[in-house]
């Protein structure tokens, strides 16, 4: 550290000679007494300030500089003369300096001498590369901008405004509040009150609808933003709000689309702050950047919504047999991406008997998605062209993948609910089921006891040996049964683990027991899938009613193939 005194002077007592070079010092130098009161300040530090000599010296430096007293500033000067130990520290004085300065503490034994150097520009330029990557990274973190959209002026401010609002344009062309924010909380409200009454009423001359319409951003300053002047600006409430902010410029930039604007980004800088060109610059950025955003939403959504229409177009409703209720119900995953190889199916054999199907290719794309169209096509062709059983159809299936060289796996689940008339007799019907690879019946008793069948991972799944043994395993139920078919979509999550699931599942299933089927399934879904699923979620139940009385208004119309018999319970 240079010393700015005489050999054999006690530090911090200056000679005009050191005062004069003090003086042509480029930075700023105010010395401090150990009372902390105002001994000096050089030329340098008069410029930066603002203040003379004659309005500080001999004043306490916390009087002269009241908002340092307790901040990070006052604490790192109070700890540099405790520890008798240099503190560096950067922050931001507001009124009337509204600048940023770099300050080095450092003790003496008559005191502490402060040295700055006024970095607002340097420290600007850092506030807009963050306020840039803050935003991109909030933007960049979602596929669902208009979520992100909102805090996006609080991310804005006070690097490049002191307020500021995003407008969107609404289906009917008209501008809509999407989030506001002021660098001082307590007057958010008014920015808000200020966004929301321009959207109903702006003259057309005003910064947004002349940002909206010419597609160019709009600046306005000084005399048009008070008196008269500022009628062209905004009107009403509007106006009222305006005025109480009192912005020395207000910027609207528009949010563009690759072919029309969809909002408006609008900052407003106080009187006190300087209109910045790289401020500017950088909102213009941002707003390219929310409108990016917002056209990859829109395209993300259109890619979602087609996916989940054509997957839905391929899972047709089910049949309605007499005296047996069927529901089926699909939940597409939280990724459009992931839109693919989950399916159900539910059809009348040509023997009368109620075939259910649960299916899931492996993948989660649009291979997976035709892969499963396929695979669903072809299991549909071969149960319902005569009478056999779950696993004779599975294995047909199989042969059909290694003979069409399709190069795919997915698990599946059959389960085939035969009567004969003894069987009728006795109120009861058999369930004939095969499981490659896939979760396993969910049996749902009349008592309301939960039976799950066997072990869960079943045979060998769909797609690897064509040639593997594959068996029926048959169920004896009592009407008044239901019986759920899932994908793993229901009980997996990241983390967990399926045997965890599996026990939700039971728990659910037992708890809902007695509630009508199309209820049932709905809250066995909304208890296991808390939010929008990581994978899809496919779900096809039947509840046996019984066959002894009419068929229950809750179960709907009877629908049948007119190939199918008269049920011969009504016979």
């Known amino acids: 550290m240079a010393r700015w005194w005489r050999s054999g002077d006690d530090p911090g007592t200056e000679t005009d000679g050191d005062t004069q070079t003090l003086d042509t010092m480029p930075i700023g130098l105010i010395e401090l007494d150990t009372e902390w009161t105002v001994r000096f300040l050089n030329d340098a530090a008069e410029r930066m300030t603002g203040y003379t000599r004659a309005d500080v010296l001999g004043r306490s430096y916390w009087e002269a500089f009241p908002a340092n007293a307790d901040n990070e500033v006052g604490e790192a000067y109070r700890e540099a003369v405790a520890r008798r130990e240099p503190r560096t520290v950067e922050a931001f004085y507001p009124e009337p300096l509204n600048q940023w300065f770099e300050v080095q503490a450092v003790p003496t034994a008559q005191g502490l001498w402060l040295y700055f150097t006024e970095v607002s520009a340097r420290r600007q330029a850092v506030e807009r590369l963050a306020a840039l ?32 609002t995003i407008s969107l344009v609404a289906p009917d062309g ?3 509040d999407a989030g506001s924010w002021h660098v ?27 940002a909206l319409a010419t597609g160019a951003p709009v600046t306005t300053t000084g005399g048009r933003l008070t008196g008269r002047a500022l009628d062209a600006v905004a009107s009403g409430e509007a106006r009222q709000a305006l005025q109480a902010l009192a912005p020395g410029a207000m910027t609207a930039l528009p949010i563009k689309g690759p072919d029309r604007v969809l909002g408006i980004l609008t900052l ?22 929310i409108g990016l955003a917002l056209d990859n939403a ?25 005296h ?19 399916w159900y199916d539910a059809f009348v054999q040509p023997d009368g008997a109620t075939t259910l199907v649960i299916g899931d290719v492996v993948g989660h794309d649009t291979a997976a998605a035709a892969a499963m169209g396929q695979l669903r096509s072809m299991l549909r062709g071969i149960a319902v062209t005569g009478d056999a059983g779950p696993a004779q159809v599975l294995r047909q299936l199989d042969g059909a993948i290694a003979q069409l060289q399709l190069q795919t796996y997915a698990t599946a689940a059959l389960a085939r609910f035969e009567q004969t008339p003894a069987d009728l007799r006795r109120g009861i019907t058999r369930m004939r089921w095969a499981n490659a690879g896939h979760p ?5 008793h009349p008592d309301g006891t939960v039976a799950e069948l066997a072990s869960w991972h079943g045979e060998l799944m769909l797609g690897v040996d064509h040639t593997t043994p594959r068996s029926d395993s048959v169920v004896t139920l009592d009407r008044d049964t239901t019986v759920l078919l899932y994908t ?21 299933a037992a708890d809902l027991a007695d509630r009508p089927l199309d209820e049932l399934c709905d809250e066995v879904i909304a208890r296991l899938v808390e939010t929008t699923p990581e994978d899809d979620v496919a779900l096809v139940a039947i509840r046996l009613h019984r066959q002894d009385r009419p068929r229950p208004d809750e179960a709907g119309p009877q629908v049948v193939p007119p190939t199918v018999g008269p049920d011969p319970a009504t016979s």
Do not use: N
């Open 133 to 164: 990557a803050r935003v991109s990274a909030e933007l960049a973190g979602t596929l669902h901008a208009s979520a992100a959209v909102p805090r996006i002026p609080r991310l804005l401010v006070p690097a490049l405004a002191s307020w500021a």
């Open 174 to 176: 008209s501008l809509q």
């Open 184 to 210: 001082d909380p307590t007057r958010t409200g008014l920015v808000r009150r200020f966004a929301a009454a321009a959207q109903q009423s702006s003259p057309t001359t005003s910064p947004a609808l002349r």
């Open 268 to 289: 407003g800088v106080d009187r006190h702050r300087t209109a910045d060109p790289a401020d500017l610059a950088t909102a213009t950025e941002v707003a390219q950047r």
């Open 298 to 322: 829109r395209l993300y959504e259109q890619q979602r919504h087609l996916a989940e229409e054509l997957q839905r177009s391929m899972l047709t409703a089910p049949p309605e047999p007499d």
């Open 324 to 342: 047996a209720e069927i529901v089926v119900r699909y939940m597409p995953a939280a990724e459009a991406a992931r839109v693919g190889g989950d």
């Open 440 to 444: 396993p019946p969910l049996v749902i």
């Open 488 to 508: 793993d979509g229901l009980i997996e999550r990241r983390g967990a683990d399926l045997d965890d699931g599996m026990e939700r599942l039971r728990a659910a």
